[in-house]
């Protein structure tokens, strides 16, 4: 009778032993792991999906200046103390000259419609000087006056500008003093100094 129960007891632990192997499996997870993953190390662990391409990194990206260089974004322009302050440059203009009519001179006084004939097909290009000194810096009013003086014979003599100082800093006068000193007015009786405003908005 005790050969019979040890043998049962065996049995019965033979059969448990092999259930609990086969639940268990190789993997030591007792069958806990689903589709997709895998077992190690007692641990259900996801399966890479190997048709999945892998990820790719994005090339690290120069931006090219003009034909070839290397250049970083522009840095924003930043106004400086005193950037908006007005300042002139140039000559100084004098005063007008007094006709004298009584001699007899046959030259006439120009009038403001004369000058502004002449002076008026330069305006563009005195808006561009203005425009190329003031660049991208963030200067949102202001103005620049333009000084002249026009000698008897039609010929600017003298140029004033004034305007910010970071335009003049930019080259304004110069390029001013180079569209103005080129113009020709019709002859008169005596010099003229006239000023033409230009609003920055």
Known sequence: MSR???????????LAGGAYL??????GCLGRCGDGTHCSDHR??????????????????????????????????????GDEKMIAQGDA?????RIDLSEGSSNRELQQEDLDHVFHPSEPAILRCITDALGDAPLESGKVEVGLRVERSGQVSRVRVEGPQLLQ????NRCVRGVVTALKFPVSGGA???TYPFELK
């Not at 086969?22 to 993997?27: A, K, N, T």
């Not at 203009?93 to 000259?97: A, I, N, T, V």
């Open 22 to 27: 086969y639940l268990r499996g190789p993997d």
């Open 44 to 81: 259900c662990l996801a399966v890479a999906d190997k048709s999945a391409p892998p990820p790719v990194k994005e090339p690290h990206r120069r931006r090219r200046h003009g034909a070839g260089g290397l250049e970083s974004a522009a840095p924003e322009v930043q106004l400086k103390p």
């Open 4 to 14: 019979l129960l040890l043998g049962v007891l065996l049995g019965a632990g033979l």
């Open 93 to 97: 203009l004098g005063r007008p000259e």
């Open 169 to 172: 800093r930019n080259g304004l």
């Open 192 to 194: 003229n100094v006239v």
